[in-house]
Nanobody
Framework: QVQVVESGGGLVQPGGSLRLSCAAS????????MGWHRQAPGKERELVAS???????NYADSVKGRFTISRGNAKDTVYLQMNSLKPGDTAVYYC????????WGQGTQVTVSS
């Protein structure tokens, strides 16, 4: 079993920055990769960014050049640095960890508004 907990969401003005954190606990040695999805009201959940155990990263086209995913030294923590935020980035952001199955966090709200 793996537990996933996100933090760092909030309200930010357009053009601002936020950093989301995600910590996994439990059977962390079984984790092959972690990442972030987001879901805006009335829309389907979509991949934002992911990182493998080896450090390879992948980003949605809509966030390339603005968002950066990284891992902590302990390898069971990932961060999502979000810069140049737009109103279209408003969503609930979910962290996930891939092991035998995929484990999801409870989500953290990010609102970009003036």
């Amino acid at each position: 079993q793996v537990q996933v907990v996100e933090s760092g969401g909030g309200l930010v003005q357009p053009g601002g920055s936020l950093r989301l954190s995600c910590a996994a606990s439990g059977s962390i040695l079984s984790i092959n990769g972690m990442g972030w999805h987001r879901q805006a009201p009335g829309k389907e959940r979509e991949l934002v960014a992911s990182i493998t155990r080896g450090g390879s990263t992948n980003y949605a086209d809509s966030v390339k050049g603005r968002f950066t995913i990284s891992r902590g030294n302990a390898k069971d923590t990932v961060y999502l640095q979000m810069n140049s935020l737009k109103p279209g980035d408003t969503a609930v952001y979910y962290c996930y960890a891939v092991s035998i199955t995929t484990y999801w966090g409870q989500g953290t709200q990010v609102t970009v508004s003036s």
